[in-house]
Each structure stands twice: as C-alpha cells, then as structure tokens.
Nanobody, 124 residues
Framework: QVQLVESGGGLVQPGGSLRLSCAAS????????IGWFRQAPGKEREGVSC????????YYSDSVRGRFTISRDNAKNTAYLHVSSLKPEDTAVYYC?????????????????WGQGTQVTVSS
C-alpha cells in the first residue's frame, strides 16, 4: 500500500527556513518521482518542485527556484524539500505526491498518491 507522510511544517518568520520531509512506504522512492505541491486558501494547488525517480533530475517552479531545494535519501525512503528565504506568500499547505506510471509533472493530475499535507505559515 503506497503511503506518503509529510512533516516539518510550522510557523516561521520572513526570511526563515524549514525542512519538509516526505516519508514513503509501499514503494521504492528511487524508482518513482516525488512532486511537492502547495495550496493556499482560496487558490489552486500549485506545483513547486519534483525529483525524478530515474536519474534524480530536479525541477522547480519559477516562484521558488533558487530558494527551495528538493532532495531524497534512498536509504531512508524519504524525500525532502528545504525551503528558505521564505516570504509571506509561501504560506500554504505543502503536499508531496507520487505516481507509479509516469515521470515528473507540474500538474496535480499527474500524480496518483498524496500525503495529508503539512502547514507552512510565514509571518512576523
């Protein structure tokens, strides 16, 4: 059974950083993509980053490139999103997702399995 569990969110001041974790079970992380998405109240779910299962290639949205870093630890079967230089507009629920049938996508429709999300709030 495929499961994803996010953790690491919280309240942080502007300019601060967090490390979000996505613990995977029921599949081997290094064969499949992990995408990170976020959703703010009243807004659509937005693709933030993805790490490819095949070769570990990474992708970022324009809004986070240079501030966020995606990675994975195959031994722990866990993916990470290090978020830094945070802005109030980064406030959202952050989700990780995967699919067992295709590669990275910036659309939420490209993913079949989702975690429950972790809240990130950027405020002074």
């Amino acid at each position: 059974q495929v499961q994803l569990v996010e953790s690491g969110g919280g309240l942080v001041q502007p300019g601060g950083s967090l490390r979000l974790s996505c613990a995977a079970s029921g599949f081997t992380l290094d064969y499949y993509p992990i995408g990170w998405f976020r959703q703010a109240p009243g807004k659509e779910r937005e693709g933030v980053s993805c790490i490819s299962g095949s070769d570990g290639s990474t992708y970022y949205s324009d809004s986070v490139r240079g501030r966020f870093t995606i990675s994975r630890d195959n031994a722990k079967n866990t993916a990470y999103l290090h978020v830094s230089s945070l802005k109030p507009e980064d406030t959202a629920v952050y989700y990780c997702a995967t699919t067992l049938t295709s590669g990275c996508s910036d659309s939420p429709y490209g993913y079949d399995y989702w975690g429950q999300g972790t809240q990130v709030t950027v405020s002074s």
